[in-house]
């Protein structure tokens, strides 16, 4: 069974940074990192930055600029480096990957908290 360990949230004032990672238990052979999402209360869940198999970087309009999504290919780590944290930005972040061999078979994160205020 993958797991995804989350970590690196927490409260932040606005203005401030955080830098999330997700560990993968298992090699970039079996598994790759790929996404983070966000979900807000009483808000669906949304796509935050993806990054493809060829390092192209994808991002949420809401975060284009702020936040920076890297991979660590020989760890299998994936991170968001998020700065100028504002509070709509508060969510529990979710990391996904994806079975290497067949993209279709998805794994989640349990998710870490973003708590930004005012």
């Known amino acids: 069974q993958v797991q995804l360990v989350e970590s690196g949230g927490g409260l932040v004032e606005a203005g401030g940074s955080l830098r999330l990672s997700c560990a993968a238990s298992?090699?970039?052979?079996?598994?790759?990192?790929t996404a983070w999402y966000r979900q807000a209360p009483g808000k669906q869940r949304e796509l935050v930055a993806a990054?493809?198999?060829?390092?192209?970087?994808n991002y949420a309009d809401s975060v284009k600029g702020r936040f920076t999504i890297s991979r660590d290919n020989t760890k299998n780590i994936l991170y968001l480096q998020m700065n100028n944290l504002q509070p709509e930005d508060t969510a529990v972040y979710y990391c996904?990957?994806?079975?290497?061999?067949?993209?279709?078979?998805?794994?989640w994160g349990q998710g870490t908290q973003v708590t930004v205020s005012s």
């Open positions: 298992a090699t970039r052979r079996a598994v790759t990192v």
């Open positions: 996904k990957a994806y079975k290497t061999w067949d993209p279709q078979l998805e794994f």
């Open positions: 990054v493809d198999r060829n390092e192209r970087r």
